[in-house]
């Protein structure tokens, strides 16, 4: 049974700094994508930041290049997501997901989320 735990979470000031965790358990991780994904309220889920293809490769949406930074410990099952220069359009939860190599995220297995809140 594969499960995605998400964790660093919580309030910052505008300006501050969280990194979230996402530890991944149930199989090997090596050759799979991983990547963030947030939801404000009323809006649709969205892309933030992944590593994809063999090569893992990283991608991040416009609005977060520079401020983000996603990394993963493979031998730990473990990926990162360095948030720097918060701002309050950041606020949302944040997921994890993985899914095997080039597939679509969403046939793959998501994380429960964990609530990122930036005040002005």
């Known amino acids: 049974q594969v499960q995605l735990v998400e964790s660093g979470g919580g309030l910052v000031q505008a300006g501050g700094s969280l990194r979230l965790s996402c530890a991944a358990s149930?199989?090997?991780?090596?050759?799979?994508?991983m990547g963030w994904f947030r939801q404000a309220p009323g809006k649709e889920r969205e892309f933030v930041a992944s590593?994809?293809?063999?090569?893992?490769?990283?991608y991040y949406r416009d609005s977060v290049k520079g401020r983000f930074t996603i990394s993963r410990d493979n031998a730990k099952n473990t990926v990162y997501l360095q948030m720097n220069s918060l701002k309050p359009e950041d606020t949302a939860v944040y997921y994890c997901?993985?899914?095997?190599?080039?597939?679509?995220?969403?046939?793959?297995?998501w994380g429960q989320g964990t609530q990122v809140t930036v005040s002005s």
């Open positions: 997901a993985t899914t095997p190599r080039g597939s679509s995220w969403y046939s793959g297995y």
């Open positions: 149930g199989r090997t991780f090596s050759n799979y994508d």
């Open positions: 590593f994809r293809g063999s090569g893992d490769s990283t």
